[in-house]
Nanobody, 124 residues
Framework: QVQLVESGGGLVQAGGSLRLSCAAS????????MGWFRQAPGKEREFVAA????????NYADSVKDRFTISRDNAKNTLYLQMNSLKPEDTAVYYC?????????????????WGKGTLVTVSS
């Protein structure tokens, strides 16, 4: 079956960096658009970033633009999220997700597969 397994979360001070990874199995990874979402305590899950199946197109939420970078390695079936200049408001559980069509809307209900998440905590 399809598995998306996130890793790389942890505790970091404001201004610091983290790199999240998402290892995929059970699906033709190179044919799926991939994205990251996050959910802070008491809030709805929100879109963070997306990358097309080949990696040539990316899209970011305004709140993370110029600080976060999404990338993928199709040879390793792995998705990444490089997070720089972290802020306390970036604290959340970060989820990896997959869907077939990059151009359709990126929202929680529109994804085909989800990981279980990894917690990122940014202290002030």
């Amino acid at each position: 079956q399809v598995q998306l397994v996130e890793s790389g979360g942890g505790l970091v001070q404001a201004g610091g960096s983290l790199r999240l990874s998402c290892a995929a199995s059970g699906l033709p990874f190179g044919r799926y658009a991939m994205g990251w979402f996050r959910q802070a305590p008491g809030k709805e899950r929100e879109f963070v970033a997306a990358v097309s199946w080949g990696g040539s197109r990316t899209n970011y939420a305004d709140s993370v633009k110029d600080r976060f970078t999404i990338s993928r390695d199709n040879a390793k079936n792995t998705l990444y999220l490089q997070m720089n200049s972290l802020k306390p408001e970036d604290t959340a559980v970060y989820y990896c997700a997959a869907k077939f069509n990059y151009d359709s809307r990126w929202y929680e209900g529109g994804m085909d597969y989800w990981g279980k998440g990894t917690l990122v905590t940014v202290s002030s």
